[in-house]
């Protein structure tokens, strides 16, 4: 029975699994697990569903946004009344001029997105002074690691909802969105008391799962595209986030392309094994090795797996290797299509299904 699943926050995301919430809950009610590792936090949506739900929470992801997100919502003792005073006087600095206007604000001038530079941007002028003005003030304050995360939260909370994008920032919109005429205004993120002693990791998870022993763990790689007619993108997911990154980390980076992507995002330097497209000299696809390495080193009594319809590991091949990982206890189908359940599978009985489009699984493994 799917039950429902307390609120969460976050970004708009292509990985985000608000949806799945209800239904990985259901699966994570199933084995009654005392701790959780969340091997590809990412927006932290499902991290924030444990932790409110009683389990103690470890969260990896190789981002630095995906860290800050965790530190907010997984590590912060404080309440709400504690950031109200600091987001009130970032909310009354006045903009300026500073990295982020040069590179990415844009005139509303002829509701064309387009720059002095002939390139689109991703927000407008009167938002990037402000982010601009923002950003300096909290460097200079006098922070915690856990309040400067809360506000950095914040801060980009705040630019997703004026952004003109679909959602990422590899490219722009021609014209400005509606949204972006709106004005930046900062509000506290929705804290949570903290129940139980959670940690917060980023790094490759490669080198994590050794590390940590877990009641249960929760996978969802991004996974490379399945389609063979035509080219793998070669833009990375540390690509389409790039300026989240930017943000947090506040480098001011070398720059390139029309989007103005970190350098360090180039598909030479950033290339997980989870998004690769080649096969290896065995002939299998090094994204299904690569999630078989991975169910089997991990010290976890059980696993729960998101594997989507659209992804490079067929369904005969990804279900021989969850089958040579552990035993497959369960199967949740999600039809996005129709935003429905289309009912529980068995062992082998999903495969068929798999192969259509808009279809979610998720795996409930046991070691």
Known sequence: ??????????????????????????????????TVLDGFAGTTRVSQMLAQTGHRVIANDISVWSKIFGTCYLLNSYSENH?????????????????FTQNYGGEPNSGSSIGEDNLKKPWQKHNTRRLDAIRDEIEDLSLSEVEKAVLLTSLIFALDEVD??????VSYLNDWSPRSYNELHLTVPRLFPQTELHAVHQGDIFDLV????????????????????????????????????????????????????????????????FEDFRKSDSGRFVVVEAIERLLKTTRAGHIILSYSSGGRATAEELNDVITSAGQLVEVLEIDYRKNVMAGMRWTNEWVSDAELPNKEFLFLIEK
Not at 226 to 254: F, G, Q
Request: with cysteine; charged share 20%; hydrophobic share 30%.
């Open 164 to 169: 003109s994008t679909l959602g990422h920032f």
């Open 83 to 99: 950031y109200q005073p600091l987001i009130d006087h970032l909310n009354s600095l006045p903009g300026k001029d500073g990295w």
């Open 210 to 273: 050794p590390k940590v022993e877990v009641d249960l763990a929760y996978f969802d790689p991004p996974y490379g595209s399945c389609n063979e007619k035509m080219p793998p993108s070669r833009v990375r997911y540390a690509a389409y986030y790039h300026l989240w990154t930017s943000i947090c980390l506040y480098d001011k980076p070398e720059l390139f392309g029309k989007a103005k992507r970190r350098t360090d995002t180039s598909d030479t330097i950033t290339n997980s094994v």
């Open 1 to 34: 029975m799917v039950v429902d699943a307390p609120q969460t926050e976050g970004i708009k995301y292509a990985g985000s699994k608000l949806k799945l919430l209800p239904h990985i809950l259901q699966l994570v009610n199933k084995v009654s697990p005392k």
